[in-house]
């Protein structure tokens, strides 16, 4: 699996971005994708996660009520919704896919985000 994000930019504070991340590989919709992210000088943290179908997502617990995922199987492609963006949002967004959230093993580039003050 092969995955290339995007949609990264530079954005005010309080506005909105969604990052898209395709992935080539019939074996797609078998995955849970993620997003995660790492911010200068920090590790990388968990996002995002979304299950294979769809049903079921889990956000990371300082950004429920601002991030939304999801995915379309059809498309082999996972997306991010990002709300209210923070400048303490601003960092590197990775997409990942594997069989668990704490087993990913594919991951894409990542695609930057910047939110200005």
């Known amino acids: 699996v092969q995955l290339q994000a995007s949609g990264g930019g530079l954005v005010q504070a309080g506005g909105s971005l969604r990052l898209s991340c395709v992935a080539s590989g019939r074996t797609f919709k078998y995955y849970v994708m993620g997003w995660f992210r790492q911010a200068p000088g920090k590790e990388r943290e968990f996002v995002a996660a979304?299950?294979?179908?769809?049903?079921?997502?889990n956000i990371a617990d300082s950004l429920k009520g601002r991030f939304i995922i999801s995915r379309d199987n059809a498309e082999n492609t996972v997306y991010l919704q990002m709300n209210s963006l923070k400048p303490e949002d601003t960092a590197v967004y990775y997409c990942?896919?594997?069989?668990?959230?704490?087993?990913?093993?594919?991951w894409g580039e990542g695609t930057l985000v910047t939110v200005s003050s």
């Open positions: 990942a896919a594997g069989p668990e959230v704490l087993d990913m093993r594919y």
């Open positions: 979304i299950g294979w179908s769809g049903a079921i997502t």
